[in-house]
């Protein structure tokens, strides 16, 4: 995308300062001051006293699947399992043929006391093919007709006769429910997802690409969709192993880095994420490590050797363990200055303790968070509880041990999980259901806005509003919007969003 004329945003409060004006050249912030000594402009943008901030930078998303969620079957708000099944049922008769995609069900809470089932779907969808992800997306109910689709499902890990699939089975069924999505049908989803960001001020999205969540299509698509037009930034990552030709795709497609959701375990919903002890209320499994620890040595091996960022999912205590032994197997062989200057990530990473924060910092490791998730599942009676037991559950997400050990943090929404929400993501981080644990209101701003540039190795020294930083500027109501940066829990609305300098439409 090619930057636009010079642009002068005036009139516009940054900090607590009113009456000042952003002076825009090349997509970047050129220079900044009182209105008064503002210099000509080619175009200029009346900010009428609004709150000026940097953009925000979702740091995990997944664009096509939070699409599909936003113009399809969203699962999220329905309350027992007949309520699901009625959506379910309306959507399968009133959907264009073709597989049927939904998201969001959780069954922590409903009264009937179990989950979808096949038996469930095939009654409502008759032999149309479905796919339906748990609100974790590690795990899927799925219709006969998409398992007939999957020659050899049955016999891979995760799989289940009454069509609840984790592990390998839920990746293969996935696999083929999104392959079936038509290029039409993927590019309307993108394109939503794009527009939703804009709306809410998202000047970024970091898309966690790979070949168990998406496909390198899907990805190549998306990129060119954010170039062609004003919009978010799309800042691509591919979560496949180096040994597996990881590298070639992040090469071809000049990606960010060579991970994201590089799957080392999967969730706590779906008891599969990898722990150290087993789960409180199933106390037969500890979840499971996705690889052994010699193949991610020599992932973050191959990514450090070549300057390129790595990245892995790891939510349960044993996978962010061996993420780090991997890591620290690395530093032993090529130093610490080499793999600092990679800036590594780890994404979720909900589990760690301080020696696992330790060293994170001293790596220079990156924790790539979400906060709705401890908003949705934390405390001391929520599914972490029930899953984890009281006290590790409190342990969960700890962004102000991270935060103070010096470990820079990025917030995220991992879209479609829990929906892209960044001023809810702040709050989260702030009002932690952990006593103690949480962020202060400016620290969470920040996490969201400039993290997520410092996560993909593309900040400015001087900070998002500094002569030479790129203009990925937000406007806000002002004071809603500086209350809330102050900790009030208002979500102000985005009146306008500029991105490299374009002013978009929103």
């Given at each position: 995308?090619?930057?636009?004329?010079?642009?002068?945003?005036?009139?516009?409060?940054?900090?607590?300062?009113?009456?000042?004006?952003?002076?825009?050249?090349?997509?970047?912030?050129?220079?900044?001051?009182?209105?008064?000594?503002?210099?000509?402009?080619?175009?200029?943008?009346?900010?009428?006293?609004?709150?000026?901030?940097?953009?925000?930078?979702?740091?995990?998303?997944?664009?096509?699947?939070?699409?599909?969620?936003?113009?399809?079957?969203?699962?999220?708000?329905?309350?027992?399992?007949?309520?699901?099944?009625?959506?379910?049922?309306?959507?399968?008769?009133?959907?264009?043929?073709?597989?049927?995609?939904?998201?969001?069900?959780?069954?922590?809470?409903?009264?009937?006391?179990?989950?979808?089932?096949?038996?469930?779907?095939?009654?409502?969808?008759?032999?149309?093919?479905?796919?339906?992800?748990?609100?974790?997306?590690?795990?899927?109910?799925?219709?006969?007709?998409?398992?007939?689709?999957?020659?050899?499902?049955?016999?891979?890990?995760?799989?289940?006769?009454?069509?609840?699939?984790?592990?390998?089975?839920?990746?293969?069924?996935?696999?083929?429910?999104?392959?079936?999505?038509?290029?039409?049908?993927?590019?309307?989803?993108?394109?939503?997802?794009?527009?939703?960001?804009?709306?809410?001020?998202?000047?970024?999205?970091?898309?966690?690409?790979?070949?168990?969540?998406?496909?390198?299509?899907?990805?190549?698509?998306?990129?060119?969709?954010?170039?062609?037009?004003?919009?978010?930034?799309?800042?691509?990552?591919?979560?496949?192993?180096?040994?597996?030709?990881?590298?070639?795709?992040?090469?071809?497609?000049?990606?960010?880095?060579?991970?994201?959701?590089?799957?080392?375990?999967?969730?706590?919903?779906?008891?599969?994420?990898?722990?150290?002890?087993?789960?409180?209320?199933?106390?037969?499994?500890?979840?499971?490590?996705?690889?052994?620890?010699?193949?991610?040595?020599?992932?973050?091996?191959?990514?450090?050797?070549?300057?390129?960022?790595?990245?892995?999912?790891?939510?349960?205590?044993?996978?962010?363990?061996?993420?780090?032994?991997?890591?620290?197997?690395?530093?032993?062989?090529?130093?610490?200055?080499?793999?600092?200057?990679?800036?590594?990530?780890?994404?979720?990473?909900?589990?760690?303790?301080?020696?696992?924060?330790?060293?994170?910092?001293?790596?220079?490791?990156?924790?790539?968070?979400?906060?709705?998730?401890?908003?949705?599942?934390?405390?001391?009676?929520?599914?972490?509880?029930?899953?984890?037991?009281?006290?590790?559950?409190?342990?969960?997400?700890?962004?102000?041990?991270?935060?103070?050990?010096?470990?820079?943090?990025?917030?995220?929404?991992?879209?479609?999980?829990?929906?892209?929400?960044?001023?809810?993501?702040?709050?989260?981080?702030?009002?932690?259901?952990?006593?103690?644990?949480?962020?202060?209101?400016?620290?969470?701003?920040?996490?969201?806005?400039?993290?997520?540039?410092?996560a993909v190795r593309a900040e400015t020294p001087a900070g998002p509003l500094a002569v030479g930083a790129p203009a990925d500027l937000a406007l806000w109501a002002t004071d809603a919007a500086l209350a809330s940066v102050l900790g009030s829990r208002a979500r102000p609305a985005c009146a306008q969003l500029v991105v490299a300098g374009?002013?978009?439409?929103?």
């Amino acid at each position: 995308m090619n930057a636009p004329p010079d642009l002068l945003i005036r009139d516009v409060t940054v900090g607590d300062r009113p009456g000042r004006a952003v002076h825009v050249v090349g997509g970047r912030i050129a220079w900044l001051g009182a209105a008064g000594d503002a210099p000509a402009a080619g175009r200029v943008l009346p900010g009428d006293g609004a709150l000026l901030t940097p953009a925000f930078v979702d740091a995990h998303v997944h664009a096509t699947a939070t699409g599909l969620a936003l113009t399809g079957l969203d699962l999220h708000s329905r309350s027992s399992l007949a309520d699901a099944l009625a959506a379910v049922a309306a959507a399968a008769a009133s959907a264009p043929a073709g597989v049927l995609l939904g998201t969001g069900w959780d069954e922590t809470g409903w009264p009937e006391g179990r989950g979808l089932t096949r038996a469930d779907l095939d009654a409502v969808v008759g032999d149309r093919p479905a796919y339906l992800a748990r609100v974790d997306v590690h795990s899927a109910t799925v219709s006969t007709a998409l398992l007939d689709r999957v020659p050899g499902i049955a016999g891979l890990p995760g799989f289940s006769a009454d069509g609840q699939l984790r592990l390998d089975a839920h990746h293969a069924a996935r696999q083929a429910a999104y392959g079936a999505v038509s290029a039409p049908q993927r590019a309307a989803a993108q394109a939503a997802t794009l527009a939703e960001a804009a709306r809410l001020g998202i000047g970024s999205l970091h898309e966690m690409a790979g070949p168990e969540v998406s496909s390198a299509a899907d990805l190549r698509a998306l990129l060119a969709l954010a170039a062609e037009r004003p919009g978010p930034r799309v800042v691509g990552y591919w979560g496949e192993l180096a040994e597996r030709g990881g590298l070639d795709l992040v090469a071809d497609l000049g990606l960010a880095g060579a991970g994201g959701d590089l799957f080392c375990d999967g969730a706590l919903g779906s008891h599969t994420a990898a722990l150290g002890s087993p789960y409180r209320d199933r106390p037969d499994t500890a979840g499971a490590l996705r690889f052994d620890t010699a193949s991610l040595v020599g992932h973050v091996r191959a990514c450090t050797v070549a300057g390129v960022q790595a990245g892995f999912h790891c939510i349960g205590d044993a996978a962010v363990d061996q993420v780090l032994d991997a890591v620290g197997a690395v530093v032993a062989e090529l130093g610490a200055a080499a793999v600092r200057g990679c800036r590594h990530r780890l994404e979720h990473v909900e589990m760690a303790g301080p020696e696992a924060v330790e060293r994170m910092r001293a790596w220079g490791m990156v924790a790539s968070v979400q906060p709705a998730f401890d908003a949705a599942w934390g405390g001391d009676a929520g599914m972490y509880a029930e899953r984890l037991g009281v006290a590790r559950a409190l342990a969960t997400n700890p962004f102000a041990d991270l935060a103070d050990a010096g470990v820079a943090l990025a917030l995220g929404s991992d879209a479609p999980v829990t929906p892209l929400d960044p001023w809810g993501g702040v709050h989260a981080a702030v009002d932690h259901r952990t006593p103690g644990a949480g962020l202060r209101p400016f620290d969470a701003f920040d996490a969201a806005t400039h993290g997520g540039w410092h996560a993909v190795r593309a900040e400015t020294p001087a900070g998002p509003l500094a002569v030479g930083a790129p203009a990925d500027l937000a406007l806000w109501a002002t004071d809603a919007a500086l209350a809330s940066v102050l900790g009030s829990r208002a979500r102000p609305a985005c009146a306008q969003l500029v991105v490299a300098g374009e002013v978009l439409s929103l």
